[in-house]
């Protein structure tokens, strides 16, 4: 058996093989000193000063007692291993990925864009909200109780509203009352106090058009047209002014049932300021219950309200009215 002894602590490690193929560890398993210089030279057996009790050749060695590694700091310049080293490529596997959206490019905002479409959404929000303030006015003047033929004025020319193509729909129901149907994309509001008054408005949220129908118990039958004109003037009334241009009362043939219906201009306050709309309002007694149907397109430029509200008129609101039933 040969061996080499460690240069710095003197500790003998057993060699691999005999004579000239002998080979030793490159370090020291005591202290790390490196054994090369040692394995070089070939050592003489010292078999006979080996002591039998010595297993330091053979025993474990703990791993208190492995050598360290000196690291030695890196050139200037040279990258930091997992700071700047350039990342790893993805396999080229010929498969096609999808990068996130905020890796696409995105093109440049419009200056205040997000302004104006808040302020268009409170602007149909302040709507809503200014048509249930009309109707908690209007129902107060109903309560008056003004009897049917009082101050009636005596409508003109009968028409009759025909169904025509609706768009992809969803329905409200009042159970009891009436059930409509209105443009998938278009939210609605209520305002209830059962059973003396049902509200709601549905509106489209892209431009603020929007169909609202009360329902209000009455005691005694009450003048439509005068309801229509308190309607429209309740309206206005958010800006201090008054209904303009109001027409005279026309029959209207809805559901089975004759309305009367009156239209108007009318200016409106919302956050976005003053804003106009050509107006109409229908109404009809059915059932021991009032019901209004007001309908409006509100828009920045009062020169632009009537033909605003004619292009709503074909595409929305008379759909919507056309698909109105009474449950009662």
């Known amino acids: 058996m040969s061996y080499i002894s460690c240069p710095?602590?003197?500790?003998?490690?057993?060699t691999s093989g005999e004579g000239d193929g002998a080979t030793a560890p490159s370090f020291c398993p005591a202290c790390g000193a490196s054994l090369m210089a040692s394995a070089?030279?070939?050592?003489?057996?010292?078999?006979?000063?080996?002591?039998?009790?010595?297993?330091?050749?053979?025993?474990?060695?703990?791993?208190?007692?492995?050598?360290?590694?000196?690291?030695?700091?890196?050139?200037?310049?040279?990258?930091t291993p997992g700071v700047d080293a350039a990342p790893a490529a993805a396999p080229d596997d010929g498969a096609t990925r999808d990068l996130p959206a905020s890796a696409l490019p995105q093109p440049p905002q419009p200056p205040g864009s997000r302004l104006a479409g808040a302020g268009r959404v409170l602007g149909v929000v302040a709507l809503v909200a200014l048509l249930l303030v009309v109707v908690a006015a209007a129902a107060l003047l109903i309560n008056g109780g003004l009897p049917f033929g009082q101050q009636a004025a005596t409508p003109t020319a009968t028409a009759t509203l025909a169904p025509t193509a609706t768009p992809t729909t969803k329905s409200y129901?009042?159970?009891?009352?009436?059930?409509?149907?209105?443009?998938?994309?278009?939210?609605?509001q209520e305002q209830n106090n059962p059973p003396t008054t049902y509200h709601i408005v549905v509106y489209n949220p892209q431009g603020g058009a929007?169909?609202?129908i009360t329902a209000q118990q009455v005691s005694l039958l009450t003048d439509p047209a005068t309801n229509?004109?308190?309607y429209l003037n309740g309206l206005a009334a958010s800006t201090g002014t008054k209904a303009t241009n109001l027409s005279d009362p026309q029959a209207i043939t809805l559901a089975g049932q004759t309305w009367t219906q009156e239209s108007a201009d009318v200016a409106i306050q919302t956050p976005a300021g003053k804003q106009y709309a050509h107006a109409v309002?229908?109404?009809?007694?059915?059932?021991?219950?009032?019901?209004t149907i007001v309908r409006l397109v509100p828009v920045s430029n009062p020169s632009e309200a009537a033909s605003a509200f004619a292009d709503a008129d074909q595409a929305s609101f008379l759909p919507i009215l056309a698909s109105f039933a009474f449950l009662g």
């Open 281 to 291: 309002a229908m109404s009809v007694n059915h059932g021991g219950y009032l019901y």
């Open 40 to 79: 070089t030279a070939a050592e003489e057996p010292v078999s006979a000063q080996f002591r039998e009790d010595d297993d330091s050749a053979t025993r474990p060695v703990l791993i208190d007692e492995l050598p360290t590694r000196r690291v030695e700091p890196a050139p200037a310049g040279a990258p």
């Open 210 to 212: 929007s169909v609202s």
């Open 8 to 14: 710095v602590c003197g500790r003998r490690i057993v």
């Open 173 to 188: 129901t009042r159970a009891g009352l009436y059930q409509i149907t209105y443009p998938n994309t278009w939210l609605n």
């Open 228 to 230: 229509d004109t308190n």
